[in-house]
């Protein structure tokens, strides 16, 4: 049984046995820019390729045939449940999590140079039944994500730093996530900028999963300006971030820092409409950060065991 057959088990369970207390949201997020803007999905998908991140296709957008998203229906009596791992580690610490940066290291370059058997190869099962397993249709993407994610290639001198972090785990399988950041040129200039991939490992071999969800993680408080700014000895006191109800583990992950990496708290928010309530991950954070530019790297595991990230930038001083 994979991985993410028994993760949708274990996630109905959490999900089931999880306090559905209710957040001050007025106290909470008094302060919170919570701009939620409906986007066009072809506008959306172009601007999250060019700039390197979990990219979407929009069906009928750049083919004639849709794509369709994978059935991913619950799975009947799975053998186990996987054990989440309450200290993600990083991949210094995990024994497999190693392998994860030179695989994503040989795809953005792959990607630069338009290769894309080999980037196609580097994607996890998930991420391939995205597009029905079709290179072809995957082929179509490229020159977008020549545009983005190539460019942790072609526009960094040297290597890209990375930041690998293992999520859950059971037996031989592992999923979690890996960040990319630093300096890198585009065209207009040079900036410090962060992008972040969902991984798989299974049985040694690190496969890619950047469309293995597409649930949106909305920034709460002061993470939801425009790269914000903190004093370099105090940080916001908790991370806060909005998820889908069937969210059923975030983690709020700073780039090359060992800071907060257990489990976010998740609570129920109270909803004015008919539509099932979101959840609120919350996070202590009271780790001492060096003045300068840091990524955050939000997680979340949805309950059918697929991963999406938001990234960004926050400035210390």
């Known amino acids: 049984m994979n991985l993410e057959r028994r993760l949708q088990e274990f996630f109905a369970s959490a999900d089931r046995g999880m306090p559905r207390s209710v ?3 007025d106290e909470t997020i008094a302060d919170a820019r919570r701009g939620r803007v409906v986007r066009v999905a072809l506008v959306a998908a172009a601007a999250i390729l060019i700039a390197g991140g979990a990219a979407w296709y929009v069906n009928g957008s750049l083919a004639a045939d849709p794509i369709r998203t994978p059935d991913l229906a619950p ?3 799975p053998d186990e449940a996987p054990s989440p791992n309450t200290s993600p580690t990083s991949a210094e610490a995990g024994s497999d999590a190693g392998i994860v940066r030179p695989r994503m290291l040989d795809w953005v370059k792959a990607i630069s140079l338009g290769d894309t058997a080999t980037a196609w190869s580097g994607l996890a099962p998930r991420s391939k039944s995205y597009f029905d397993n079709d290179i072809s249709k995957f082929e179509l993407l490229m020159p977008a994500l020549q545009e983005g994610w190539g460019t942790w290639y072609d526009g960094v001198e040297g290597e ?3 930041d690998t972090r293992v999520m859950v785990s059971a037996g031989t399988e592992a999923g979690g996530v890996i960040t ?3 300096e890198i040129t585009r065209e207009g200039g040079t900036s410090f900028q962060a992008n972040a991939v969902p991984f798989r490992i299974t049985d040694g071999e690190a496969l890619l999963d950047p469309f ?3 649930i949106e993680i909305m920034p709460l408080q002061s993470l939801a300006s425009r790269n914000p700014r903190f004093p370099s ?3 916001p006191y908790s991370f806060l971030a909005e998820v889908p109800p069937d969210i059923a583990q975030v983690n709020f992950f700073v780039a090359g820092d060992e800071g907060e990496v257990e489990d976010a708290s998740l609570q129920t928010k ?3 409409d008919t539509q099932p309530p979101n959840l609120v991950a919350r996070a202590e954070y009271d780790a001492l950060l060096v003045r300068g530019t840091y990524a955050l790297t939000i997680a979340a595991i949805d309950a059918n065991g697929g991963i999406a990230t938001r990234t960004l930038t926050f400035v210390t001083d």
Request: proline residues 5%.
């Open 23 to 25: 957040v001050d949201w």
């Open 75 to 77: 799975a009947n009596s």
């Open 160 to 162: 890209p730093q990375t």
């Open 180 to 182: 990319l950041y630093g």
């Open 212 to 214: 293995s969800s597409k």
């Open 233 to 235: 000895d105090v940080l």
């Open 270 to 272: 109270e909803s004015e």
